[in-house]
């Protein structure tokens, strides 16, 4: 089955982003974004030390 198309998972990145209040890591993409952000894949140790305290906060929604 092919993935999402990009211009809606774009969309879900940038509300994301404005639920967080910040940037993502620069490392995420829109699909990573979209996964970690909503809870569907989890935060790694990577992504906990480039959120600092902030990781504390996902899921952002969910």
Request: no cysteine; charged share 20%.
């Amino acid at each position: 089955m092919p993935g999402p198309v990009a211009g809606p998972v774009a969309e879900v990145r940038r509300v994301l982003v404005g639920l967080h209040g910040g940037p993502f890591p620069a490392s995420w993409d829109d699909r990573t974004a979209a996964l970690r952000g909503t809870g569907r894949a989890p935060l790694d140790d990577a992504d906990r030390a480039a959120l600092g305290a902030a990781a504390g906060r996902f899921p952002l929604v969910g």
